[in-house]
């Protein structure tokens, strides 16, 4: 057996948790591998909405679902989340896993977090001040704390010697804050979620996979926001690419099967950092009301932009995608024309890459198409999709090299098409 994968390929927010319920259904496994709750993972359906910061984007099925070892954790957001989704009935006890190994955002990595934003001034990330940075810091710096460690007798050592830690760096800045509200929060909470399992979650997963059951990985960020080849130092914490999915939950390479490679039919990024395709107008004002494009975990407008196809096949370099997911393509139907960048303008001479000084001014080169002009939100079959539609999605496939298998047109889990699997 395999892995399947779904992640990200632009700036995140590309319908992840959408897509992850939609696919949900064909397999028995749902493992989220990298990230924490700065991600937003919205699902819609029987008109009930709900945003994922921790829990897997499988959690509304009759499934496992895991949250990995590459995963931070944040108690006091996981608690709420499995709250507010137990308050509609459903009883996660049997239906969510928690590796051993996943680290701990303790209450002091936030305040680092927004320390070290507010120092940054004018430069700062534009972090969700989630405490993902320093978090996975003290993992890469051997210092961090696991949620295994919560049932060890050395467990408030362990915290304490943390804490006190963050403590002494906190002193470099001139930052105040209050730990002792949010620590009292996170110790109920780390206790509350002791009636899940702490689990081998390599062990287990690797046991799955003998055992033939079926397994997707679910990504959060996106690819553009890789701690390696995102638009660095503009990124996050974490490896969002496939490989994430390799270490996140500990399976060999060779065990990847699919996969699915998540892109909007235009662009958006929350946060600072290099947008080459980005729209400071009407235009992207207009993209931004109708997509509703405002942060499901911050709630900060997105900024909007056309359709990057230099990042993009960056993008499925680095993932080896299998297959596309093409989402929100009916946030476009009211527009007369789409463009779609092919190239990037450097210095005067036309490139397909993106230049590693990220302070490089890039000049779009731009493809025109026509807009479809159509409400294609009611449709259900790929037949049905206007022709000019149809003729964009023809050029990203012969550009990229990569089928289209999936086209959502709307939030809702039943507003989805799928072309083939
Ligand atoms: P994620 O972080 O990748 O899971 O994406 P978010 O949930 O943060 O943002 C995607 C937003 O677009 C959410 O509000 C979804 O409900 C919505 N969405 C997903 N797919 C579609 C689609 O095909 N069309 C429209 N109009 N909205 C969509
Ligand atoms: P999902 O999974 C969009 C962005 C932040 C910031 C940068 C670093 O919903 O797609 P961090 O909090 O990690 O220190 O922020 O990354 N960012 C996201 N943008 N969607 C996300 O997650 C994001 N998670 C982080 O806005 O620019
Ligand atoms: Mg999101």
Redesign the pocket.
Known sequence: MKVDVVL?LQ????G?GKVVDVLTPNYEVIARFQ?GP????SLEFNDSKFVLHTIPSGIFHDTINVIGNGVVIDPVILSEEIEQLESTGADLTNKLVISKKAHLILPTHRIL?AASEAAKGKDK??????G??PTYMDKTGRNGLRIGDTIAPSYMQKYDALKQKHLSLLKHYDFQFDVAEYEQKWFAAIENLKRFKFIDSEHVINQYLKDEKTILAEG???AL?DIDFGSYP????SNTICAGACTGLGIAPTRIGEVYGIFKAYCTR????PFPTELEDEVGEEIRKIGREF???TGRPRRTGWLDLVALKYAVMLNGVTGFIMTKADVLDTFDSIKVAVRYKVRGEEVDYTPYEIDEPIEPVYKEFKGWKTDISNSKSYDELPVELKDYIKFIEEETGVPIKIVSVGPDREATIVRSL
Do not use: R
């Open positions: 990200g700036w995140g927010d590309e992840k990230g700065n991600a937003g993972h977090d990330i534009g972090s969700t001040l989630k993902i940075g959060a960020q996106g926001l503009f990124v996050t914490s929350v946060g600072s950092g942060g499901a975990t």
